[in-house]
């Protein structure tokens, strides 16, 4: 099937930058959207920022000027540029992707998959 890795997570000071990159390889016909999502300890998982295929872009409003959402779709990677980091950025970050892949070699399928989540502290 598909497989999503993502890297670029660490440990950083309030006002410091990161980036996340995500790859997806496998069986691959084509990807849709591809996003960023997180979850802090005790909250739910929501969305942080998205991408389409053609580059069109949204974002959470807590992210909005600070976070930017790209994608390299001859590589199958999306990233996500973090800048002017604060604590409530702490969180783990999950990235995902609508995905066509071969399900044979003559049938297709559309599915959701996720990476399996890089940890972003951000220390004050």
């Known amino acids: 099937q598909v497989q999503l890795v993502e890297s670029g997570g660490g440990l950083v000071q309030a006002g410091g930058s990161l980036r996340l990159s995500c790859a997806a390889s496998g069986s691959i016909f084509s990807i849709n959207a591809m996003g960023w999502y997180r979850q802090a300890p005790g909250k739910q998982r929501e969305l942080v920022a998205a991408i389409t295929s053609g580059g069109s872009t949204n974002y959470a409003d807590s992210v909005k000027g600070r976070f930017t959402i790209s994608r390299d779709n001859a590589a199958n990677t999306v990233y996500l540029q973090m800048n002017s980091l604060k604590s409530e950025d702490t969180a783990v970050y999950y990235c995902?992707?609508?995905?066509?892949?071969?399900?044979?070699?003559?049938?297709?399928?559309?599915?959701?998959?996720w990476g399996p989540g890089t940890q972003v502290t951000v220390s004050s």
């Open positions: 995902n992707a609508d995905v066509t892949y071969y399900y044979s070699a003559s049938v297709t399928l559309t599915k959701d998959f």
